[in-house]
């Protein structure tokens, strides 16, 4: 169990908070982890990259030249993978990335990655929601009063983030919103400081704590 301070909107303590979630042996923590890195980052390739074979290069149907007397090394086409402009041999096909992984691997992995970051958490309470408009400088200055040095990579975790709340933070290149239901291990490991709303703590113990 981890014991945490809320913080209210001025970085100033409001109240105390606590994240139990069962973790990984400290054993297979570490390959668990990398395989959930490992899947993720699989996950998210495209996998659209395609090249074409001799049989797929247009043209090449005629005999470049004809097969003896010339000197030169016999061709039965311009579009060999050995010339330029030829097919490619063993080049990639579109294909999917994708690695399994099951689902209790999935969730003890986000739970392993959440509470190995306990140190780097900050607990705000009604995070943004005395914004009334959208303004960068407000969730800068913000940050800044949290303790958060100004080239950390932030990751902020809310229940339901406000549009206004997106729309301040979407100008800030490292820091990243997303909402409690879609947590994932490469964002937990990734960010230097991770900021989460109270409420957002509240639903993430209700998910996540009942494995």
């Not at 992995?109 to 009334?132: E, H, P, Y």
């Not at 959208?134 to 969730?139: H, S």
């Not at 100004?150 to 997303?178: A, G, T, W, Y």
């Amino acid at each position: 169990m981890a014991n945490c301070v809320v913080l209210d909107w001025q970085g100033k303590e409001a109240g105390k908070a606590s994240l139990n979630l069962k973790v990984a042996k400290e054993s297979s923590a570490v390959d668990l982890l990398h395989r959930a890195v490992l899947r993720q980052q699989a996950h998210s390739r495209q996998g659209t990259a395609s090249t074409l074979t001799r049989s797929e290069v247009r043209g090449g149907g005629r005999k470049p030249y004809k097969q003896k007397g010339t000197g030169r090394a016999r061709q039965g086409s311009i579009r060999t993978p050995l010339r330029p402009g030829g097919g490619i041999i063993f080049g990639p096909k579109p294909r999917k990335y994708n690695l399994g992984m099951n689902r209790k691997e999935r969730r003890l992995a986000l739970r392993t990655a959440l509470m190995s970051r306990v140190k780097d958490l900050k607990i705000v309470k009604d995070f943004g929601n005395t914004l009334k408009l959208p303004k960068t400088k407000e969730i800068v200055d913000a940050l800044s009063r949290l303790g958060i040095q100004q080239e950390s990579k932030v990751l902020i975790i809310l229940s339901n983030p406000s549009d206004i709340v997106s729309r301040s933070v979407r100008n800030l290149e490292k820091v990243k919103l997303i909402s409690a239901e879609h947590l994932n291990v490469f964002d937990l490991l990734n960010a230097n400081a991770l900021i989460v709303g109270e409420d957002a703590l509240v639903k993430i113990q209700e998910v996540y704590g009942n494995d």
